[in-house]
């Protein structure tokens, strides 16, 4: 980013030169679109127009879901971000918290999914996607400080992402019911609503609906059924945003064959042969093996969860700009040589859990 930024600066101070002796020239005609030295955006092009200079912000660069259980850093400062979305609502800065509930957007390729995140998503964290967020913020100013300000949080205010209106049709709908849960709460709501779009028989049943609209989930009668979902919503939750926490799954057996921790590193991992997923060759001296096959019944955005790890794990060179990814340089940054095998591991948990989650969840019959 700051190479990109002072080629930029470089580029809008030679315009700035240029133009003084041609004022016709166009800024198309003038700019280097060398992808190796920069990415134009629409925004960055009216900005070398207009004469304005960026320096880079350290406190931009915010560690963000870009794939499905892989983090990318992101430098999120607006000028270098084409369509920000609503980001700056959700995730306003460092210190502030949230959970966004991502669905598969309208107009998607793939089956619906979902995932939940406590961090700035990706558009294509899964394809084209939409977040329903439990919290959005709003800057504060001298007019709007009052006693009565929600979870006021520095110079911005909390607002609920799940509205008064829902909470208290939910209320009204189950008030003649004891369960011993006590009342329930727009967060009970929140959680409600993911596990709910687990729910096999509603994926089923609306899957071409989901294709085209976002999801419109019903309250369902029993209000035992509601509390199960909205538990099972919490667990998943749990599961999804901890997953770097999760222990190894206990049947899968890692043999290893090490010299050094350089012998952790990975370059792309692969099934022992086609159609043989019960193991995985993570590398020439690392292979997981005994993975059951009910872990890839768990699938998000097209792929299960695993193979999301296999792809987006891997040394790769953007053709285009030439940078090189290499995910181990996250495991060296984190300080834990062993990062992405124990993540793999970590995943056959999640995916195990998930699946027996999904299992336990009520069964709504649709007219």
Request: with cysteine; glycine share 6%; charged share 25%.
């Amino acid at each position: 980013m700051q190479r990109m930024i002072d080629f930029y600066n470089q580029q809008q101070h030679e315009f700035t030169q240029a133009k003084k002796d041609n004022t016709k020239l166009n800024v198309e005609d003038f700019i280097d679109t060398n992808p190796t030295k920069i990415s134009w955006t629409r925004a960055l092009r009216n900005d070398v127009k207009n004469r304005v200079n960026h320096s880079y912000e350290g406190e931009g660069l915010r560690i963000s879901t870009y794939r499905p259980y892989f983090k990318q850093y992101l430098y999120f400062e607006a000028s270098f971000i084409e369509n920000p979305g609503l980001n700056s609502k959700l995730f306003s800065n460092l210190n502030i918290e949230n959970k966004v509930i991502i669905v598969t957007g309208i107009g998607a390729s793939k089956e619906f999914s979902t995932i939940i995140s406590d961090l700035i998503p990706n558009l294509d964290t899964i394809e084209k996607a939409q977040c329903f967020p439990l919290y959005y913020y709003e800057e504060r100013s001298k007019q709007s400080s009052s006693l009565f300000d929600n979870g006021g949080n520095g110079e911005f205010i909390r607002r609920d992402g799940v509205s008064d209106w829902i909470l208290e049709r939910a209320k009204k709908q189950y008030s003649t019911h004891s369960t011993g849960l006590g009342a329930i709460s727009k967060e009970d709501i929140f959680y409600y609503v993911y596990g709910f779009l687990h729910c096999p028989q509603y994926r089923e049943k609306f899957a071409n609906d989901l294709k085209k609209m976002l999801p419109r989930l019903p309250l369902v009668d029993d209000v035992k059924d509601f509390w199960t979902f909205s538990k099972a919503g919490r667990k998943l939750a749990a599961l999804y945003i901890n997953y770097e926490t999760v222990p190894p799954f206990e049947t899968c057996q890692v043999t290893e064959n090490l010299t050094g921790l350089e012998d952790y590193r990975v370059e792309k991992m692969r099934f022992h042969g086609k159609g043989q997923k019960d193991t995985i060759i993570y590398n020439s001296k690392i292979t997981i093996s005994n993975i059951p096959a009910k872990a890839y019944e768990y699938v998000v955005n097209g792929k299960s969860a695993i193979e999301w790890i296999m792809e987006r794990y891997a040394i790769t060179t953007h053709k285009e700009s030439g940078i090189k990814n290499d995910p181990n340089d996250w495991a060296t940054e984190v300080g834990n040589p062993r990062y992405i095998l124990d993540l793999l591991l970590s995943i056959i948990n999640v995916s195990m859990q998930t699946v027996e989650i999904v299992e336990g969840l009520p069964e709504v019959k649709f007219e």
